[in-house]
């Protein structure tokens, strides 16, 4: 005899798979995010600064080989232009040049400095002016580069992709079908079958579960294969914090679902619930920008908690804190690594000047 | 053996009271029909019947048991249900469907078999979604027999479909009463009613208020026949009922409705009056009396009315 457990789980993973637009929020959906975030904030490297000169030299300079090392676009504009770019984000900088390059001549430095690269180009710009003007340099500078491992938007992103979307697909695979469950009477028609109660609600679980596995792995290996986002830790830590995260998301789904009766207000619930989470949880940007007295609250969000323990940072104990004591040690990364993502690596490209 | 029983059965949906001291036996081997027009009270007692509404006051027993015990699975085992209009869901096939319903009891009829049976098996392998009307009824049938069960409970199961299925689905009803399986089912055809119970008991504002097999309430009228005509001549009731037989007049609109056991005598009066006023009678239809002049004689309203 068939076990009815099973059975549930296996209609309930049918009535999934075989829905597209299930199927398209859960797995295509994720990757265009993924796609699209990760090609708008891609790692630019050194891309030059553009900068508009303005004045009788700017001309002049502009035709020289100035061997910045590609760190300075220059252009010579009208002033009026040159204002009119910089005010439209098409420049970075816009330098008046005096009549002759010569000491105590004033040079005007027009940027915003709340704007990205502005300030590296304005110290760039004036270096460059300063060496024209005669100045010698009296330190021997020796820049040594060093990459970063997983120091990209995309490593940043791609963990809390994997968070967004156990919490999405917890949330609306249980909440939803429940809610519509009760609506088309099922709930009733099962209740008067001698099914056991508890069989029907594991059964979203164990389904749950098996999607949970595609799901992650799906966007982890795309990740992987597209971006080379690589799992730095360890592959049980991952698995055990999404089991935890799929606990968290089913039961707040389930809670909600419990006394809706139409799927509206099922809907509306459920958007209430997971919007505050889409935009604190530090999913598409670094929860630590918001104020200081906002912390305890967003650290409060299930989400949080998920996405710092996805997210492994090596030099915080702090985060991660879902995986300590799991024994889940590997070799070169604290216990709770698991994608592997520095903390502050966003910083150089997600919105903020590095100075 | 009495499959069902109901003693001065009082459900209330808050401070609404939906059934208000009903009561009623059901016995082994019969095909009962609770009959009655939209918010009698018929769901709502059906629902109490398989344990999803506990009753407010007085006692009710299925198969000698109370709901909310811990035999209510096994007496669960025993039910075969189906809802009105439960939606089962899109995605599965109809084999997948009744495998899953299958699941839930012990002892199961071949689930090929009880598909076969439904004459489903065409569409075995097709989504719920794809299904019309009279075959999602069939599985929701299927659904409800594949737990072999010795009661079978259904709501309103031909609502909605057209002549041909609701045929089919009696078919069913009938063989699986035939093999002495127990059927409660709720209508407001009186029609299939007539056609499928031994007894019915027809409810009104939340009770019964007749009870007995189809012909003995249609004999309790006094009247097997019924004149309905439609004329422009005015007559009054208590000239009609001076006449003869006539058990009674009711009136909708420009609808007269006698009861009556001598129609000849009746409508020769009719003509006459007509023919001596320059009355038209653009309608007159004579027919045995059925459960429905039955219920709008006790009630005053039709069965159909919502």
Known sequence: ?355 | MTAIICRDLVLKYAELVAVSGLNLEVETGECFGLLGPNGAGKTTTVEAIEGLKAPHAGSLEVFGQVWGTRRDRALRKRLGVALQETRLPDKLTVRESVRLFASFYGNTSSQEEVIGRLGLTEKATARVERLSGGQKQRLALACALVGKPDLLILDEPTTGLDPTARLAIWDIILEFKAMGGTVLITTHYMEEAERLCDRVGIMHAGRVVALGSPQELIGQLGADQVIELEASLELSDAELGSIEGVRSVSRRGDRVVILCRFPAKVLPFVFEAAARTGATVSEAKLHPSTLEDVFVHLTGRRLADG
């Open chain 1, 1 to 355: 005899m068939a076990s009815p457990l099973i059975e549930l789980t296996r209609a309930r993973f049918l009535e999934f798979w075989r829905d597209p637009s299930a199927l398209f929020w859960v797995f295509v959906f994720p990757v265009i995010l993924a796609v699209a975030l990760g090609l708008a904030f891609r790692e630019k490297g050194d891309e030059a600064a553009k900068v508009a000169l303005v004045g009788e030299l700017a001309p002049h300079l502009v035709g020289e080989d100035t061997r910045t090392g590609g760190a300075l676009e220059l252009i010579a504009l009208s002033r009026d232009e040159a204002l009119m770019r910089l005010s439209r984000g098409l420049v970075d900088l816009v330098v008046e040049l005096p009549v002759a390059l010569e000491p105590q001549a004033k040079i005007a430095f027009h940027f915003d400095p709340t704007k990205p690269g502005s300030s590296k180009a304005y110290l760039e710009a004036r270096e460059l002016l300063e060496r024209k003007a005669g100045r010698h340099d009296v330190l021997v500078a020796v820049p040594v580069h060093v990459s970063k491992p997983a120091s990209r938007y995309i490593d940043f992103l791609i963990p809390g992709l994997v968070g967004l979307n156990i919490m999405g697909s917890c949330m609306w695979g249980l909440g939803y079908t429940v809610v519509d469950s009760r609506r088309r009477k099922l709930l009733k028609r099962f209740a008067v079958t001698p099914m056991r109660r508890a069989d029907f609600l594991l059964s979203f679980g164990l389904s749950r579960l098996v999607f949970l596995v595609l799901e992650v792995a799906f966007l982890v290996l795309f990740g992987w294969l597209v971006f080379g986002v690589a799992v730095r830790g360890s592959i049980l830590g991952l698995v055990v914090v999404s089991f935890l995260g799929l606990g968290a998301f089913t039961g707040l789904a389930l809670l909600i679902a419990s006394r809706t009766e139409s799927v509206e207000a099922a809907a509306g619930w459920m958007n209430f619930v997971q919007l505050p989470m889409w935009l604190l949880s530090g999913s598409f940007f670094d929860y630590t920008r918001f104020p200081e007295v906002t912390h305890p609250f967003i650290k409060a969000l299930p989400l949080t908690a998920l996405n710092d323990a996805l997210r492994a940072d090596p030099e915080s104990p702090v985060s991660g804190i879902l995986l300590q004591g799991c024994g889940t040690r590997t070799s070169n990364y604290p216990t709770q690594t698991v994608l592997a993502f520095p903390k502050d690596a966003e910083n150089s490209h997600f919105g903020m000047d590095t100075s």
